[in-house]
Structures are given as structure tokens and as C-alpha cells.
């Protein structure tokens, strides 16, 4: 008896180890049951099966309930404070300069003096926009003060600010005596803002090299290893600088045999300043191949692409001093429902939490396709099965026995 309990559990733990992949989860010390993000990477996407089914939490208690959930949009910040990237006090002229585009609508300067009254002028991307606003601190008359300045809504790459002490305004006539009165103003900083309550997507993106091109009949087809990663649109990376081509994408699990999906135009002009090299097309497959119509023209130079996915989160319940693994990639799993989600909203807080590197538990055959699998391995749930019926026949055959000699 005890050889065949041990040859039903011999069976179960090799049923339960046949994931070929993992990954540890890293997060920050907690001190109470915390719910827990974590976003999905590209090695996950890449192994695991498209309804993520084979998805299991597991910690030293054994698997962990969890949900996934994408998080479609974030906040765009409609402020930011910066300091001068250059002062041209001879000229008292102070240049912000922005890494991305910012639209700006208002500026609010933070200046140190008291006491003063000044006309600015604001130059956005070299042109005048704003011209003689004052700005003042009237600290030894009212102690009201205006460091304010309003400008119609632009997109800023650079601003630059200059102002002018006005010294013949009423405000220094009447205090003429004021000993802290200087050529130059003290700004610091500055911060910009504007009226934007606006979102965008949260979105992974993934570069992909050209795996294979090949041209014929003034069409080019571009092949591209995409391995699994899901995506909700592409964007080509074209070095040719004026081009306007029709085509069509393709997708393939196995690179020979392909499914059309979509049509698409793509466009690069600078002399109409006109650009369209994004694609709307959502998809998960192995590979992807970009038909390209040329006409008379010569190929474009497609080297890359970028995959923009919509992020995807897993969420879960974690305790204090507990570690917990992520296993993923056995494809006769199927998907499991677990209440948490349920029990959790939007104003939900949670923390943050990442994952380790990538475990490879298990060879995957499938990803190579010359290797020969084995007997074992192409007959394992036969093998699994007729374990199961030897070990149940010997437990039968055990329990006869008894039964007979009780007779």
C-alpha cells in the first residue's frame, strides 16, 4: 500500500512541475496583507498561452488567488516646474528649456525680492507672445503681489523670459528711500501649467528587428520575429524621409502559413511636413510580415518596429515575510477564477512590485522544432494515465486480498 501511495504522489508532483518557466516577484517589506501590482513583461507575453490560462501564483502555502487587469489610461501632469537652463543677466533674460513638448498657459515665477514692480516680455519657441505684463510685490505699500503671467495656450519647447525694472513707475517715486531696490530680479525657478485634464494610454513598447525581407513583383515583404507579444498598434521605423506606400500585415505561428489582417497606408513627406507610420492593428501571433506595394519605386529601408502594447497588470493579495513565484508556459492548463477581484475597486490602494529574472525550469520543445522529442515526452498523458490505472489495479488487487482472507 504505502508503495503505491508513493507512486500516486511521484505522478501528482510530476503533473505539477511541468511548467517550463518562472519568475520570482521583488517587492518592498509590508507589514500587513497588501494587495500588490505587478506589470507583465515581454518574456512573460512570449511563453504563455494568449488567454494567459497557464498563469500560476505560488508562494510557500501553494497558489495564490490573483487577477489580471489592464490599465488603460494615466494622468498627464499639466505642470512642471524648471530652473533656468541658462540667466542672461546682462541682457536680464532667463531661457526654460522642456525634453518633450509642453503646452503652457500660465507661468508663475518664483522670485525672492520684495518691493518691486517690473514689465516682462515671454518669447515661446523664439516668438514674442507676451508683451510688457507686470509683475510686482508691493510688500511696503499693500503687501499684495502678482507673479503671475498668462499667455495664450502654446506648445512649448523653450521659453524665454526677460524682464525690466521700471523705475520711474509711481510705486518706486513715492518710496524713492527703498535700499533693496537692484538692477536684477532673484528667480529660481518657475513653474508652468496649463488647463489640460487629459490621459493617455499605458502602453509597453517593444523593438522588433527585421527577421527577413525578401522583393518580387514590385511588392516587398518585411517578416518579423514578434513572439508572442500582444499588441494593440505598430509603428514603422522608415529610413527613407519621403515615401507614401500602400500595404498589408499578415500574421503566422509558425512563419509559413499566414493570416491576413489588415490594410494600411503609410505616408513620410517634408515638404507637405505630413507623416503617418503607424498602424491600427491588434494582434498576438509569432510572427508578422508587412506586404509593401513599391510600384516603380525602390524598397523602403524597414530595419525595425515598434509593438505597443496595452499594459497588463497582475494583481494580487500578499502577506508580510512571504515570497512568491510566478510560473507560466504549460500549455493543458486551463484558466482558473479566483473572488479577489471582486472584492477589490478603483480606490483600492496597492503597491508596487516588479519581477526578477527569467527561469527556464523546463527545455521548450516546441520553440525547437529540429530537435525529435521523445516517446516519453509526445506519450506523456498516456503514460500519465496508465500509471494511474497500474497503481489503481494494484490497490484493487491489494484490496481483494484482504477481502479474502477476511472471508
Known amino acids: 500500500m504505502r508503495i503505491v ?16 518557466f518562472s519568475k520570482n516577484i521583488h517587492m518592498e517589506t509590508i507589514e500587513k496583507a497588501t494587495l500588490v501590482q505587478v506589470a507583465l513583461d515581454n518574456e512573460i507575453y512570449s511563453k504563455s498561452k494568449k488567454d494567459f490560462s497557464d498563469l500560476r501564483l505560488v508562494s510557500k502555502e501553494g497558489e495564490e488567488g490573483y487577477f489580471l487587469k489592464s490599465v488603460h489610461q494615466k494622468y498627464i501632469s499639466n505642470q512642471k516646474r524648471l530652473t533656468p537652463a541658462e540667466y542672461d543677466r546682462e541682457n536680464a533674460t532667463l531661457t526654460f528649456k522642456f525634453k518633450k513638448p509642453f503646452d503652457v498657459e500660465k507661468i508663475h515665477l518664483q522670485i ?6 517690473s514689465k516682462v516680455d515671454v518669447f515661446v519657441n523664439g516668438k514674442l507672445v507676451v508683451k510688457s505684463c507686470k509683475i510686482f510685490d508691493y510688500s511696503r505699500e499693500t503687501g499684495n503681489r502678482n507673479f503671475n503671467i498668462t499667455l495664450p495656450k502654446t506648445e512649448a519647447r523653450e521659453i524665454k523670459i526677460r524682464y525690466a525694472l521700471d523705475k520711474t513707475a509711481s510705486f518706486y517715486k513715492k518710496y524713492q528711500n527703498l535700499q533693496e531696490l537692484s538692477k536684477y530680479l532673484s528667480i529660481k525657478s518657475s513653474t508652468f501649467s496649463n488647463s489640460n485634464r487629459a490621459t493617455k494610454d499605458v502602453l509597453l513598447k ?19 520575429k514578434t513572439n508572442n507579444i500582444p499588441f494593440k498598434s505598430l509603428k514603422l521605423e522608415v529610413v527613407e524621409q519621403n515615401f507614401k506606400r ?5 500574421s503566422s505561428n509558425d512563419g509559413i502559413h499566414w493570416s491576413y489582417l489588415k490594410s494600411f497606408s ?11 507610420k503607424t498602424i491600427n492593428v491588434e494582434n498576438r501571433s509569432k510572427y508578422l510580415k508587412l506586404e509593401v506595394e513599391n510600384r516603380d519605386n525602390k524598397p523602403l529601408t524597414i530595419q525595425t518596429l515598434t509593438l505597443l502594447t496595452k499594459s497588463k497588470y497582475l494583481y494580487f493579495l500578499a502577506q508580510p515575510n512571504e515570497k512568491y513565484t510566478l510560473y507560466f508556459g504549460q500549455k493543458s492548463l486551463t484558466k482558473l477564477h479566483y473572488e479577489l477581484e471582486s472584492l477589490v475597486n478603483e480606490k483600492t490602494s496597492f503597491v508596487k512590485a516588479k519581477f526578477d529574472k527569467f527561469k527556464v525550469l523546463k527545455i521548450d520543445v516546441i520553440e525547437k522544432k529540429e530537435e525529435k522529442i521523445s516517446f516519453m515526452e509526445a506519450n506523456k498523458e498516456l503514460l500519465f494515465i496508465g500509471i494511474v490505472l497500474f497503481a489503481l489495479g494494484v490497490m484493487g488487487y491489494i484490496a481483494f486480498g484482504l477481502l479474502k482472507r477476511e472471508s
Do not use: C, M
Open 246 to 250: 500602400n500595404g498589408k500585415v499578415y
Open 206 to 224: 517593444s523593438k522588433i528587428r527585421l527577421e527577413n525581407l525578401t522583393t518580387k513583383e514590385k511588392k516587398s515583404s518585411y517578416i518579423f
Open 266 to 276: 503609410i505616408l513620410s513627406s517634408s515638404i507637405s511636413q505630413k507623416y503617418q
Open 112 to 117: 525672492e525680492d520684495r518691493n518691486f514692480e
Open 5 to 20: 501511495l508513493f507512486v500516486l504522489l511521484l505522478v501528482l508532483n510530476l503533473e505539477a512541475n511541468q511548467h517550463p
